[in-house]
């Protein structure tokens, strides 16, 4: 089609060369004129052809209304739900370690006097014991069963409480969910503006962007990445393979 | 022994806090990242460093070689317990002169275990 166009041109160039040179001034504002007529549809014809396309881009962006409201709505949402998640468990941990440090002294408290009142028992059953003191060990025997009694009822309560602080991996589970969900849609939605703008950008890959290999990325999701440890044993192997 | 423990969640901080003061280190003191962290080491007084890796502000990995790089500071134990689990990350960590490498989640077993290890190495040297 281009080497078509060249020729006409070519020819067209050739017959106002000759037309000026013959000093016939008609035939050369003829040729004149049939050349630019022929640049200017050319020009129409491109200029019609990007129209097109950025009419039919526009088109594709309209299709999905949803990429808008995602970037305006959704994504920061996503953001509030995931510091949600974060707020959450870090409340459901401290809850848990407040229990944990208020249930510890109970049970140290109970095995402390039972294991004096075991001594004065066996005293007792060795016959080393005066009435007197007996007596006070059966007081002793008596307020212990009573606080055996009150500090199991407390650890329950502290060990039921625990067990609804952990309601929190249900709730963050599934903010979790929702926004797995959304990245998925996002990711979607990248793909196909991907394959719009990509239209006249094919083969412009960026293969040159540089790894930071020791970037922190938090927990590993996939443990089967081969450069990812997956214990505590595989990291003391890794550094004494280096000397440690 | 005064051991600052750095990590940017308050959890992980308390966690091993209480773990540490049930091997019997009652004396530790907390910040949240690298950044919070060097003026409290630079005033002195703290004797053993455990620091997370991944935090905002600045690292642990970048904390462990200011430590490293400043005279004053340059032979404290410094102990990584972390959720970092590349094998690159953890050979940068040995570069820069890290004392130990605990991978999160972790017991209490193993953070006795390393912390052992770290004085029976100074104890020997």
């Known amino acids: ?244 | 022994m005064k051991i600052l423990i750095v990590d940017d969640f308050s959890t992980m901080r308390r966690i091993i806090k209480n773990l540490l003061r049930d091997l019997g280190f009652n004396n530790t003191t907390e910040a949240d990242d690298g950044l919070t962290a060097l003026p409290i080491l630079k005033a002195g007084g703290i004797d053993f460093l455990v620091t997370d890796w991944n935090m905002p502000g600045m690292q642990g990995i970048d904390l462990l070689k200011t430590v490293r790089a400043d005279e004053a500071l340059s032979s404290m134990p410094v102990l990584m317990v972390t959720a970092e689990t590349k094998r690159e990350q953890i050979i940068e960590a040995a570069q820069a002169g890290v004392n130990g490498y605990i991978v999160k989640p972790f017991t209490a077993a193993t953070l006795k275990d390393k912390i052992d290890k770290i004085f029976e190495r100074i104890d020997a040297s």
């Open chain 1, 1 to 244: 089609m281009e080497s078509h166009n060249n020729v006409e041109l070519l020819e067209a160039a050739r017959a106002l060369v000759t037309a000026l040179e013959a000093d016939d001034s008609q035939q050369a504002q003829l040729h004149l004129a049939s050349l630019t007529q022929s640049q200017e549809s050319e020009l129409f014809h491109e200029v019609g052809t990007l129209t097109r396309e950025l009419h039919e881009s526009l088109n594709n962006f309209n299709v999905d209304p949803r990429l808008v409201d995602l970037a305006e709505h959704d994504i920061p949402d996503t953001r509030e739900r995931l510091n949600y998640v974060i707020s959450t468990t870090e409340e459901a941990a401290h809850k848990t370690l407040g229990l944990i440090d208020e249930t510890l002294p109970l049970s140290d408290s109970l095995k402390d006097t039972a294991q004096k009142i075991e001594e004065s028992w066996h005293r007792f059953r060795m016959r080393e014991m005066g009435v007197d003191e007996f007596r006070s060990l059966s007081e002793e025997i008596e307020s212990y069963l009573a606080n055996v009694k009150l500090h199991a009822d407390q650890i329950h309560d502290n060990l039921s409480e625990m067990t609804l602080a952990q309601g929190f991996q249900d709730l963050t589970g599934q903010v979790i969910r929702q926004v797995i969900t959304l990245v998925g849609e996002v990711e979607d939605n990248l793909v196909e503006l991907v394959k719009i703008a990509g239209k006249h950008q094919t083969g412009t890959q960026k293969d040159g962007k540089e790894v930071d290999l020791i970037k922190a990325e938090g927990p590993q999701i996939n443990k089967d990445k081969p450069n990812v440890v997956n214990n505590q044993d595989e990291v003391d192997d890794l550094l004494s393979s280096l000397g440690f």
